[in-house]
């Protein structure tokens, strides 16, 4: 979590902010407004269902879009010949990633909107996490499946040259600065690919996709959330480890200002059919909770203000917390400011869709 120090390390999102946005950048087309869906029978025996969360995520995103037809809604963010990116969330291993239903949904209706399997890429910083989650070929065949930080076929992080791979995916071009510097043992290095004062991003976003479409998962970190910005943020770059004791917040907002993330993420689908309201980002069994929900809005700033809602409500009932902490909605505020979307809950749209199990 973000330091309450008043003095924070410079970084360079004033470099950010002078590139020239264009009609996709945050908050996207449909600002300030968040559809969330809640279905009680989209997890049954403990398991997401696939079934229903493809129902919800295209009722959401008709009441989203004002549409009638699914395929015209999703137009409304992706065309065939684009190469998308689907941005899941396997940190927390098999006990609480962007589950399969959810993204299995999400591809199907691709599909059908014209989109070709070999136009998608599945991605986050680790594919080893990736594989261990069950985002593999098998699983997913003609999908691609890439990650940054990469391991052979033996463990290895080294190619036959002793270069990681990692340091072969970020795009030097493209950097978040911030004056704290990375040291990192030889253990660490190969997650981290480098150390310094800069996070490179990863050629994934820079290089391989047109649009991304974010599907984090509704889950806590600390007092705060760790959702839609977060998983962008700190899954888009290398060198992250200096940053979460001073900089959480601002890293967390800050680097969705770049263009490759500001301008390529044209939808959120939050996946709460399974999260957790303690223990996050990781996933400890007893804080886990079936939310049975999904957000959904272009916005990420307005969906995070939503799922915050949610996690914190949810936190106060099993009384792990008691009020609301001055520093829970500080990456918003800060993103908000930056023009990536609404933070203020009186300023946002929400529209319910109850489905009955």
Same mark, same amino acid.
């Given at each position: 979590?973000a ?10 999102i004033?470099k ?6 264009? @009609? ?5 087309k449909? %600002? ?9 029978g ?5 398991q ?9 995520i295209a009722?959401?995103l008709l009441?989203l879009t004002?549409?009638?037809? #699914?395929? $015209? ?5 992706? +065309? ?6 689907? $941005?899941?969330?396997p940190?927390?291993?098999?006990l609480?990633?962007?589950?399969h239903a ?9 599909e059908?909107?014209?989109?070709s399997?070999s136009?998608?890429?599945? &991605? ?11 985002f593999?070929?098998?699983?997913? %065949?003609? =999908? ?16 036959k ?12 071009? &493209?950097?978040? &600065?911030?004056d ?8 660490? #290095? %190969? ?5 310094? $004062? ?13 649009k ?6 509704? @889950?806590n970190?600390g007092?705060?959330v760790?959702?839609c ?15 979460? $004791? ?20 044209v939808?959120?689908i ?8 303690d223990?996050g ?7 886990l909770?079936?939310? +049975?929900? =999904?957000?959904l ?9 939503i ?7 949810k ?10 902490? %001055? ?13 990536l979307?609404e933070a203020?809950?009186?300023k ?10």
């Amino acid at each position: 979590m973000a330091s309450d120090e008043n003095e924070k390390p410079e970084t360079n999102i004033d470099k950010a902010l002078q590139h020239p946005r264009n @009609k996709n950048s945050m908050p996207g087309k449909y %600002p300030a407004r968040v559809v969330k869906v809640v279905h009680p029978g989209s997890v049954v025996d403990n398991q997401p269902v696939e079934s229903e969360a493809y129902r919800m995520i295209a009722d959401g995103l008709l009441k989203l879009t004002g549409e009638k037809k #699914l395929h $015209k809604a999703w137009r409304k963010f992706v +065309k065939p010949g684009e190469k998308i990116g689907l $941005k899941v969330n396997p940190v927390a291993g098999k006990l609480l990633t962007t589950s399969h239903a959810v993204v299995q949904a999400v591809v199907k209706q691709l599909e059908d909107s014209g989109i070709s399997r070999s136009d998608i890429v599945i &991605w986050d910083r680790r594919e080893m996490q990736l594989h261990e989650t069950g985002f593999t070929e098998d699983n997913y %065949p003609g =999908i691609a499946i890439r990650g940054t930080e990469q391991q052979d076929k033996d463990g290895g992080f080294f190619d036959k040259d002793g270069i990681l791979y990692g340091e072969k995916n970020i795009d030097k071009n &493209w950097f978040y &600065w911030a004056d704290v510097n990375g040291e990192y043992d030889e253990y660490t #290095l %190969p997650y981290m690919v480098n150390g310094g $004062k800069e996070s490179y991003f990863t050629k994934i976003i820079t290089q391989e996709v047109d649009k991304i479409i974010n599907i984090p998962i509704l @889950k806590n970190a600390g007092t705060t959330v760790t959702c839609c910005m977060k998983n962008l943020a700190y899954g888009s770059i290398s060198n992250t480890g200096r940053l979460h $004791k001073q900089l959480w917040s601002e890293t967390t907002a800050q680097v969705c200002a770049f263009p490759p993330l500001r301008d390529k993420v044209v939808l959120n689908i939050v996946d709460g059919l399974k999260g957790c309201f303690d223990g996050g980002p990781a996933a400890n069994p007893q804080f886990l909770t079936n939310y +049975k929900t =999904i957000l959904l809005g272009s916005d990420p700033v307005a969906v995070d203000r939503i799922a915050y809602d949610i996690v914190l409500k949810k936190r106060m009932e099993e009384g792990v917390q008691k009020k609301e902490s %001055p520093n829970g909605t500080k990456f918003m505020e800060l993103a908000s400011g930056y023009g990536l979307g609404e933070a203020t809950p009186s300023k946002i749209t929400l529209e319910n869709i109850e489905i009955k199990a």
